[in-house]
Each structure stands twice: as C-alpha cells, then as structure tokens.
C-alpha cells in the first residue's frame, strides 16, 4: 500500500521569503506524484506532476519540485512567496499516470504568508 | 473559473435525514467520479469510484447502503447521506476525472445535528 506523510501542518512565512514544504511517501512499487493546492472556498487545483523524465518539475506560479526515490520525497519549494500563496497544499500519489487513478493524499500543509 | 460545480457548499442537517450532495462537470465529460470525504487535520480519504452507467465503487469500511452514489450522466454524480447521524458530520469532496485531466469540486460541508 502507498502513504504520504506531509510533515509540517502549518507553515508560516514572510512575504518574498523562499519556503519548502516536505512530502515523504512510501510505496514498494514505482508512483506518480502531485502537488495540489487549495485555496479558501476552491476546488483542489494541480500544482504540478511528477510521472517521468528530469526529477525536478516546474509547476503554476512560480512553484517547482524535486522527486528524489532514494529519500521517497517530492518536496515543493517557491523561492519568493506572495500574499496569495496562502492556502492548503497537498502532496499525493498514484500508481496510475492518467487521470482515472486513484489518489492517495497527505494531511495537508497550511501556508500562511505574512506581510 | 470552476470546471467542477459542488453543491451545496454547506448543509446543515436534523439527525435522521437524507441529504443530497452534486458534482457537475462543466464543459467536460467526466468518465469518472471520485468522492472523498475529509476529517479535520487529515488527508482527503477516498470513498467510492464511479464510472458513467455503473455502480459504484466502495472502498472498504464504506456502507454503500449509507453513502448512495448515483453517475447517470456523464456531467453529473450524487452523493447521497441517507439517515445522517452526528458521525456523518464531514467534508465531502468529489473529483470528476475526464481523459487526460482531473478537477475537484470545492467540498460540502455536511454537519448533523
């Protein structure tokens, strides 16, 4: 079975500051890997995916990502966040590229950016 | 702007009651329908798999005779919480998954009183 372990809850951070939310998963085969984010009162929209190819992914809005399996993370990192990054983001995984497959999510992190 | 309309966003409900939750999806067809539901501080856990025409899928631990999902049409699935007690009281969340892309509705609050 797969898990994702998000291991910050809340993040806090200044404006413009670089910030790095942690994804860790677990899975004895090979996953595909999301980084979604929510907004208050939205739907869950895609960040960025990672199914192959160059490990470090570059997503909407300035976000990217590195997949690195020998430490089974997929960390989201911005290097100078805004006001209207706040929101929840969550790391997930599924065994199945496309769209049908089912996702399996973290807890969440919360960003709060403060002026 | 949305692709995939949730309503109601927020229901209040008396114990004993059946509420209705439903997904659209807007200017897509969507194959398949997710619906997860969401305790508080913790992840989106998925509840049933529905495919247009079909009967839906349940992960296990999930009453189906509880939770009955409805995918009729291709832009359109239901939830529906039949005789909602207090434990009921979630986040609902559906997912509707087209051929290359999946879109999230913005949840339902459910709160059983």
């Known amino acids: 079975a797969q898990s994702v372990t998000q291991l910050d809850s809340q993040v806090p951070v200044f404006e413009e500051a670089p910030v790095e939310l942690r994804c860790n998963y677990s899975?004895?085969?090979?996953?595909?890997l999301f980084w979604y984010v929510q907004y208050p009162n939205q739907g869950l929209q895609l960040l960025l995916k990672?199914?192959?190819?160059?490990?470090l992914v570059k997503g909407i809005n300035g976000f990217e990502a590195e997949f690195n399996k020998s430490q089974t993370s997929f960390h989201l990192r911005k290097p100078s966040v805004h006001i209207s990054d706040t929101a929840e983001y969550f790391c997930a995984v599924t065994l199945y590229g496309g769209s049908q497959g089912n996702l399996i999510f973290g807890k969440g992190t919360k960003l709060s950016v403060k002026p | 702007g949305a692709v995939v309309s949730q309503h109601p966003s927020w229901v209040i409900c008396k114990s004993g009651t059946s509420v209705k939750i439903e997904c659209r999806s807007l200017d897509f067809q969507a194959t398949t329908m997710f619906w997860y539901r969401q305790f508080p501080k913790q992840s989106l856990m998925l509840m049933a798999t529905s495919n247009e025409g079909s009967k839906a899928t349940y992960e296990q631990g999930v009453e189906k005779d509880k939770f009955l999902i409805n995918h009729a049409s291709l832009t359109l699935s239901t939830l529906t919480v039949t005789s909602a007690h207090p434990e009921d009281s979630s986040f609902y969340i559906c997912?509707?998954?087209?051929?290359?892309?999946?879109?999230f509705g913005a949840g339902t609050r459910l709160s059983v009183l």
């Open positions: 899975s004895s085969v090979s996953v595909y």
């Open positions: 997912s509707a998954a087209g051929d290359t892309l999946r879109y």
């Open positions: 990672y199914l192959s190819g160059s490990t």
